[in-house]
């Protein structure tokens, strides 16, 4: 079938990407290593691109949640961190990712992919194109140079 993803959990790092089912192998964005798609387990299965960048957010949150609880929070709060826990506030998507957005403008000046690529990494936002896709539809915040963002 065209179009199905499925979910993996990288064996070595941990960390879940979505694959494209009609693949046989695929490599890891995180640390590199090369994965055969029929040997994984597949956590998460749907045909919408934008639900599975969601699910991978969940599920990169609830394996680093598992393994890292004590670890985070005895680590001081990070700028990332803080944006994603403050963004918890927003009503909804937009929302959360308008606090998001304002809270690293205040705090870094502007917003650039590897920015967006923490922030996938530490909550459940979504993965780093879903971002840059959703912020680019936000009103109060714009884009000065090619992937890097600005809150007004
Ligand atoms: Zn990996």
């Known amino acids: 079938m065209k179009g199905e993803y499925g ?7 941990k960390f879940a990407k979505v694959v494209d089912l009609n693949n046989k192998t695929t490599k890891c964005n995180h640390c590199g290593k090369n994965l055969k798609i029929s040997k994984m387990k597949i956590h998460y299965k749907t045909n919408s691109q934008s639900e ?5 957010g969940r599920i990169n949150a609830k394996v680093r949640g598992e393994e890292f609880d004590i670890e985070e929070k ?4 990070d700028v990332y961190s803080l944006a994603i826990e403050e963004s918890k506030h927003g009503s909804n998507k937009k929302d959360r990712l308008e606090i998001m957005c304002r809270i690293l403008t205040k705090e870094l000046g502007k917003i650039d ?3 967006l690529n923490k922030i996938s990494k530490r909550g459940d936002l979504g993965d780093v194109d879903y971002l840059i896709k959703n912020i680019r539809k936000l009103e109060d915040v714009y884009e000065p140079e090619h992937e890097v963002f600005k809150s007004v």
Do not use: L, M
């Open 52 to 56: 599975a960048s969601w699910a991978v």
């Open 7 to 13: 979910i993996i959990v990288c064996t070595n790092c």
């Open 74 to 77: 005895e680590k001081e709060k």
């Open 113 to 115: 992919r590897e920015d």
